[in-house]
Each structure stands twice: as structure tokens, then as C-alpha cells.
């Protein structure tokens, strides 16, 4: 979306880490995450190395994804702050979808909103005003890594690189719903494999209110120079600690505004 200087790789050695990610990714064959860590030292190479894998993918970023939204998951981390990772068109799917397990390599599940933007947002959007200008949805996340045993041991800084150990998205239709900000801080969301429920969630855990993880995700790809045009979708943080994703039939039931989400795992 946008070749932004912050975002170009400055070194053989960057270039080595995101090469290293794309064969991962299309052999499905793990990186060992001690191999790679003191190549990665920071935020600022981690996105540059994102970015690059992101290219290599050959597929047009149609989104992103927001990490570390809730104060369990930025401990388990050792973050202070939430953490993005692009999304490629392929990567969305639209519920009720089914998938291959063997389509990813070491797969959780999250429940999250899911934005779409409208109109182009801008960091100096208020929340009430990039309310306005995105459908809300609900929605499925099914973070995957490129490294093995990553879950909750991975280097931000790998998670990062890896972008943001994306996998892939299930969305449901936009509600029809006339919202208020407060409202998106009011939803819980049970998930449940084959009948059997996996817990509850608050989609307050998501910094507070899920319109937080937007405007924070806006804010940052600005700093970047990267733009937010309409038609950009974003997952905006999961409402619980995410379980190992398994063959099976998962449906995410929220408790009102949205349709529950289904996605099939074969």
C-alpha cells in the first residue's frame, strides 16, 4: 500500500529474514526462533522485515491486524504496546468458510470486530468520527507463525517481522445496527468447537473499547506514511486468550449486534 522510506529494508540481512519467513510460509517448514532473534533487535527493523515478507507474498494487502490489545497478552509478550501486521486479500475469507488445517502451520483462534473502512480514515479522526466512517463486523482470527513453538514464546520483535503471526480472518456481514462508541465496549463473544464451549469474552479487553485498536492502528501507519483508503479491513483484537485451533466445527456466538461467525476446520 505504500513504499513509505521507514518501511524499506536497509540491509542484505533484513532481506535474509523476510526471505527466510516467505519459505517458511510456502514450504511449511518452521524457522527456529533463536536462529533469527539477534538479527531482529528492534520495532523499527521488525516492521521493515514485515513489510518485505509482506511483498513477497505477491498478494495485495487488503487489511490488517491488530496484536497485543489486552493487558494479559502485552505481559505475555513483554510489550507495552499493541503491534500490527498487514493482511493480504487471500488471507480473508467470509463467514461461514472452511479451510484445510494443513492450509496453516500452528494455528490459534481469537474472536475480534472486524472494521471496514468506508472512507479513508486519518489519524486526526475521533473515535466517534471513525465510527462513521467504517462498517463493523464480527469475526474469526486465526493467527499463524512461520517459527516453531511460538505460542507464547516468541520475540515481539519475530512476532512483528512475521506479520504479526498472521494467518487468516473469517468476517461476518456488517451489522445493521445504528452504534455509539460505548456500544463496541459491550459485547461478549463465546466461542464454541463442536458444541463445547471455549470461554467467554469481553470486547473490552480489547484496549478498552475495539474503536481504540483502530485509531491506535491508523495513528501508527501514519507515523509510517502508509495510508488507511476505503475498502481496508482491519481485525482488531481478540476478546480472549486464543486455544490451539483443531479439526472441527467453531462457532463464535456474540451476544448481540452481531451474526455468530462459523468457520469449519478439515
Do not use: I
Not at 16 to 43: G, I, M, Y
Not at 78 to 105: C, H, I, N, R, V
Not at 129 to 138: C, D, F, M, N, S
Not at 218 to 231: D, I, N, R, S
Amino acid at each position: 500500500m505504500s513504499d513509505a522510506t521507514t518501511l524499506t529494508v536497509q540491509s542484505a540481512t533484513e532481506t535474509k529474514v523476510a526471505n527466510a519467513l516467505h519459505q517458511a510460509l510456502t514450504t511449511q517448514k518452521p524457522l527456529k526462533a533463536s536462529d533469527w532473534e539477534p538479527v531482529v533487535p528492534d520495532f523499527e527493523t521488525a516492521y521493515r522485515v514485515q513489510h518485505a515478507f509482506t511483498e513477497l507474498k505477491n498478494d495485495p494487502v487488503a487489511g490488517y491486524k491488530v496484536s497485543l490489545t489486552s493487558a494479559a497478552t502485552q505481559k505475555m509478550f513483554d510489550s507495552d504496546s499493541p503491534f500490527y501486521g498487514a493482511e493480504t486479500k487471500s488471507a480473508w475469507l467470509t463467514s461461514p468458510a472452511q479451510l484445510p488445517l494443513s492450509e496453516l502451520m500452528d494455528p490459534l483462534l481469537e474472536v475480534e470486530m472486524v472494521f471496514t473502512a468506508k472512507a479513508a480514515l486519518l489519524p486526526s479522526d475521533t473515535a466517534k468520527e471513525l465510527l462513521a466512517k467504517v462498517g463493523v463486523a464480527a469475526g474469526v482470527e486465526l493467527p499463524d507463525s512461520r517459527f516453531s513453538d511460538w505460542f507464547p514464546a516468541l520475540s515481539k520483535y519475530l512476532v512483528v517481522a512475521d506479520g504479526a503471526v498472521g494467518g487468516r480472518v473469517v468476517y461476518g456481514k456488517d451489522t445493521t445496527e445504528s452504534l455509539q462508541t460505548p456500544d463496541l465496549a459491550t459485547v461478549d463473544c463465546t466461542p464454541t468447537l463442536d458444541g463445547k464451549e471455549l470461554g467467554t469474552g469481553k470486547s473490552s479487553e480489547v484496549l478498552g473499547n475495539p474503536l481504540n485498536s483502530l485509531k491506535w492502528l491508523v495513528g501508527k501507519l501514519a507515523e509510517q506514511g502508509v495510508a488507511f483508503p476505503a475498502g481496508t479491513k482491519v481485525s482488531s483484537g481478540t476478546f480472549l486468550l486464543p486455544p490451539h485451533l483443531q479439526k472441527g466445527h467453531y462457532v463464535a456466538h456474540f451476544s448481540k449486534y452481531f451474526a455468530d461467525v462459523e468457520v469449519t476446520v478439515a
